[in-house]
């Protein structure tokens, strides 16, 4: 036979049934949306390929920029981070990359201002 374990009962119920509220979750707060790390991807992606096609090393170093800000902001693969963000981040990074090494393959000189 199991052995049970009993509690002394206190005649005073020390809970208030009257004083139960069901919890409901306060609207003001919402989920952090930073949309930076978005935008720098998508602004470095797009100077990349402007970097690649215009054989522009400025706007290859701008890519460079602006993805390693994304990189900075990305959340960490955590709970409410998705695969796709560090896909998006390592592809936006590696373009980059890509155009800076291609718009130097190009042209070998260093960055020289126009002004």
Request: proline share 6%.
């Amino acid at each position: 036979m199991p052995a049970t374990i009993s509690f002394p009962k206190s005649e005073a119920d020390v809970r208030r049934p009257n004083k139960i509220k069901r919890y409901k979750p306060d609207f003001a707060i919402i989920p952090y949306d930073d949309f930076i790390t978005d935008i720098m991807n998508i602004l470095g992606m797009g100077l990349s390929m402007a970097g690649l096609m215009g054989r522009i090393k400025l706007c290859a170093w701008l890519a460079l920029f602006c993805s390693l800000v994304g990189f900075a902001n990305a959340r960490s693969l955590g709970r409410n981070a998705s695969f796709d963000d560090s896909k998006q981040v390592l592809s936006s990074f590696m373009l980059s990359i890509s155009a800076l090494v291609m718009s130097y393959l190009q042209n070998p000189f260093p960055l020289t201002a126009n002004w």
